[in-house]
C-alpha cells in the first residue's frame, strides 16, 4: 500500500502565499505523474497543476503564473507554491501519485486533502 500525505493548508488574506506538500510513502517502484487538485463547495474536482518524473508541467489557466509545481524525486514530495492567491482559490487541495507499486502495475492513489481559505 501506498500513503500520501499533505500539509501546508491554512488560511491566507488574498494576495497572500502558501506552500503546499504531499510525501508519498509505502510500496514505491516509481512514482510517474504527481499533481494537485481542488474542490470547491458544490462544485466537482478539478486539475490545479501536474508534474512528469522528468519535471515536465501543466497547469489550469486560471492559476498559470501565480502557481508553481515541483517534486523531489528523492522524496517522493510533490509541492505547490501558491502566491497571489485570490477567494476563488479557496477549495480543498487533494495530491494524486501515479505509482508503480508493482513492477506491471501503475495505481493512482490520493491524499486526503488539505483546506485553503482565501479571506477577501
Known amino acids: 500500500q501506498v500513503q500520501l500525505v499533505e500539509s501546508g493548508g491554512g488560511l491566507v488574506q488574498a494576495g497572500g502565499s502558501l506552500r503546499l506538500s504531499c510525501a508519498a510513502s509505502g510500496s514505491i517502484f516509481s512514482i510517474n505523474d504527481m499533481g494537485w487538485y481542488r474542490q470547491a463547495p458544490g462544485k466537482q474536482r478539478e486539475l490545479v497543476a501536474t508534474?512528469?518524473?522528468?519535471?515536465?508541467?501543466n497547469y489550469q489557466d486560471s492559476v498559470k503564473g501565480r502557481f508553481t509545481i515541483s517534486r523531489d524525486n528523492a522524496k517522493n514530495t510533490v509541492y505547490l507554491q501558491m502566491n497571489s492567491l485570490k477567494p476563488e482559490d479557496t477549495a480543498v487541495y487533494y495530491c494524486?501519485?501515479?505509482?508503480?507499486?508493482?513492477?506491471?502495475?501503475?495505481?493512482?492513489?490520493w491524499g486526503q486533502g488539505t483546506q485553503v481559505t482565501v479571506s477577501s
Open positions: 508534474i512528469t518524473s522528468s519535471g515536465s508541467t
Open positions: 494524486a501519485a501515479d505509482v508503480r507499486d508493482r513492477p506491471w502495475h501503475v495505481t493512482r492513489y
